[in-house]
């Protein structure tokens, strides 16, 4: 079974004050982890796919990394406006199932 | 923003009686999928539909049913609504298997009380 594990489940930044989100999962062959940014009251937004160990993304001050256990969402210097629950999922070797396994996320919050 | 609305947005019913969530997209996605979010649990999937009147179970498929009679439109019906439904469901569409660049997009949410 497919598990995926967030941490830490909230954090508190400083404007300015950089940092790392991890997700860590457990999956027979990985086909893709994705990464949503979530505000309150809205559904996921999309942010990231990661296909393969070594491969980063980047947008604005996020920066996704994969390694072959876990990916990290790295904020640099991050704003008040990224203050939000981030999501990570994966999705296994499935057949014709399109199915994510999402983590718990982490709630951030990004003071002045 | 992709084009997704879910009806209704908010609902709050009675334990036994059924409820209808109307998921509508605009984008012409042949994947669409029924999740729930809970505090405690990721994000569950309920149901998908890979095609009209094509449709699959999710981990979470007891006491739901679906139904997708036209591309556009996927219903989430919960036959007689029970207190562990009340959740907040979540539509997402996808053009095909979420590989290759295929993201799931997902809606504004419904949020769903059952007392």
């Known amino acids: 079974e497919d598990q995926v594990t967030q941490s830490p489940e909230a954090l508190r930044l400083q404007e300015g004050e950089s940092s790392s989100l991890n997700c860590s999962y457990t999956?027979?062959?990985?086909?893709?982890l994705f990464w949503y940014r979530q505000d309150p009251g809205k559904g996921p937004e999309f942010l990231f796919t990661l296909y393969s160990a070594g491969e980063e993304k980047e947008k604005e001050r996020l920066k996704a990394t994969l390694t072959k256990k876990e990916s990290f969402l790295h904020i640099t210097a991050p704003k008040p406006e990224d203050s939000a629950t981030y999501l990570c999922?994966?999705?296994?070797?499935?057949?014709?199932?399109?199915?994510?396994?999402f983590g718990t996320g982490t709630r951030l919050q990004v003071t002045l | 923003d992709a084009g997704i609305t879910q009806s209704p947005r908010h609902k709050v019913t009675e334990t036994g009686t059924p409820v209808t969530l109307r998921c509508h997209q605009t984008e012409n996605h042949r994947y669409m999928y029924w999740y729930r979010q809970d505090p405690g649990h990721g994000l569950r999937l309920i149901h998908y539909?890979?095609?009209?009147?094509?449709?699959d179970k999710g981990e979470v498929s007891d006491g739901y049913s679906v139904s997708r009679s036209k591309t556009e439109d996927f219903l989430l019906t919960l036959e007689s609504a029970t207190s562990s439904q009340t959740s907040v469901y979540f539509c997402?569409?996808?053009?095909?298997?979420?590989?290759?660049?295929?993201?799931?997009?997902f809606g504004e949410g419904s949020w769903l009380t059952v007392v």
């Open positions: 999922a994966v999705q296994g070797p499935t057949g014709t199932a399109s199915k994510l396994t």
């Open positions: 539909s890979y095609g009209v009147k094509d449709t």
């Open positions: 997402a569409i996808s053009e095909s298997i979420p590989l290759a660049g295929n993201t799931i997009y």
């Open positions: 999956v027979s062959g990985l086909r893709g």
